[in-house]
């Protein structure tokens, strides 16, 4: 972690040891070779920064999750919340036996929000390792997978609420809350909102966790796998719902050319139905949304004035089995596919199996929990050649929303750029660019111009391009604007 003069870009040298400090030591001293990355920007909150990081999802032991607070001056350690809770702490008690002990993950590599006014921050909590198996960690697992609020000032637990019990799907919450306020019965609550992988949307009362729609606790699958107990409910909110199919059955498998609905019966419709939080076992599976489904990194966006949350999620599944790993291992079992270690389902072409839409974007009405609209993003130009347009594709970024009622967002598998009117969810616009924009844009007023200036990095390739379909890279950063009337 660097301090630099913003004035001159020189390392601040009353920061740490001579403007740096050491990240590693304090959570991964015990593993000098495993990993510890910051893949998101730390959280300022007064004269603290407050960094989460990323660490290994496999194997289960390695360095901490935990999130710490150091002072912006000096960087001395302020304050370490325990992402896995130590011997006294509360939720100790949801790991049987030493399951707790050097657990690795349950970490926040996504980004933080701080709520200044509260002096509060939440922290997106990530999956225990290793992800897909959980013998050697049985329980509830916290504060894998949880929303957790902080007093910001202190480290000091305020609430938390666990979104996914004993993740055994990757189902870790892959984006930045939303602090939002909506209106109900006339008066104004303060919540915070967070989308995830499996399509649910979850909006709790910003101060106390309180769920603002019903949240049911449904019995899901038990699990198979020798050794694995997975648990025996997982939490549904009733409002709003799935933005996500949360199933797949044999009569849902694609049409769109008689090539790709060949290929997924022929592949996979012997393993369905899938379904959500379908444990995985020694046979191949299909958990329906997958590892990408559901909502992604960039999160949502809001339009005050409609209350609506606009949120882009992908319609796509994953498919693998559990194989066991020889005596000695750091795991008994590992997942994995004929197709390697996170497959899709999808044909070769990089269809996804069911039927369009393959990605969407949603418009949220947080006021009420009801989807305002709904609409497909994106198009697969070999497929609109022949007649079949709109698909909707899968897609990486997220959106913006602006006073003057629209919604940017590029993030599609399609080089394009869009504009979508806020309330009715209408394409307004659309522009190639030279990759696919897998970003959130940003807007500015042009200091000489006046205008309103909106800009979209243009990266291309990404975690949906494969050896066998790859996806072009690029460095392009485009800006847009209104012509001169």
Not at 383 to 400: C, F, M, R, W, Y
Not at 431 to 437: F, P, S
Not at 443 to 470: C, M, N, W, Y
């Amino acid at each position: 972690l660097f301090a630099l003069d913003a004035q001159t870009g020189r390392p601040c040298n009353g920061f740490g040891n001579r403007g740096a400090i050491d990240l590693r030591k304090g959570v991964a001293d015990g593993w000098p070779k495993a990993q510890y990355d910051v893949t998101s920007p730390p959280a300022i909150y007064r004269d603290l920064v407050i960094t989460g990081a990323a660490v290994q999802e496999y194997p289960s032991k390695g360095p901490s999750g935990a999130v710490r607070a150091f002072d912006v001056r000096t960087g001395k350690l302020v304050w370490t919340f325990d992402t896995v809770p130590q011997p006294g702490q509360l939720g100790h008690e949801t790991w049987e036996g030493d399951g707790w002990r050097d657990r690795s993950g349950t970490n926040v590599w996504s980004i933080m929000s701080v709520d200044t006014e509260h002096g509060m921050i939440f922290l997106p909590i990530g999956s225990p390792s290793y992800d897909f198996y959980g013998a050697d960690r049985r329980g509830q697992n916290l504060f894998g997978n949880s929303l957790v609020a902080l007093d910001a000032a202190t480290g000091k637990l305020i609430w938390y609420f666990q979104m996914v019990h004993h993740d055994l799907w990757d189902h870790d919450p892959p984006a930045p809350p939303s602090l939002i306020t909506v209106r109900q019965g006339g008066r104004e609550i303060p919540v915070v909102v967070q989308v995830t992988k499996m399509g649910f949307v979850f909006v709790l009362d910003r101060l106390t966790g309180k769920p603002l729609f019903p949240i049911e606790e449904r019995a899901v699958l038990p699990s198979k796998l020798p050794g694995e107990a997975a648990w025996p409910t997982q939490p549904f909110p009733v409002k709003p719902p799935p933005l996500a199919r949360i199933s797949v059955t044999r009569e849902d498998i694609t049409t769109v050319t008689p090539e790709s609905n060949k290929y997924c019966l022929e592949t996979f419709g012997s393993i369905l139905p899938g379904r959500i939080f379908n444990p995985w076992g020694l046979e191949l599976t299909v958990e329906m949304p997958g590892t990408l489904g559901g909502a992604t990194w960039s999160g949502a966006s809001f339009d005050p004035s409609l209350g609506y949350l606009f949120v882009n999620v992908n319609e796509l599944g994953s498919v693998g089995s559990m194989k066991p790993q020889p005596a000695g291992s750091p795991e008994a079992y590992v997942w994995g596919s004929q197709w390697g270690t996170y497959a899709r389902f999808w044909d070769k072409n990089h269809y996804p199996c069911q039927q369009p839409p393959w990605g969407t974007l949603n418009a949220v009405n947080l006021n009420t929990g009801e989807i305002a609209w709904k609409v497909p993003l994106g198009v697969v130009d070999e497929l609109e050649a022949k007649g079949i347009p709109k698909t909707g594709v899968p897609n990486l970024g997220g959106s913006i929303a602006t006073a003057g009622g629209l919604v940017f967002i590029a993030g599609t598998n399609d080089k394009r750029f869009r504009a979508f009117d806020s309330n009715t969810g209408k394409e307004l616009w659309v522009i190639r660019l030279e990759a696919n924009g897998h970003a959130t844009p940003m807007t500015f007023l042009g200091k000489r111009t006046h205008k309103q200036i909106v800009v979209i990095a243009a990266g291309g390739s990404g975690l949906l391009a494969t050896e066998d379909v790859p996806i072009e890279a690029s460095d392009t950063l485009a800006a847009f604007a209104l012509p001169d009337k």
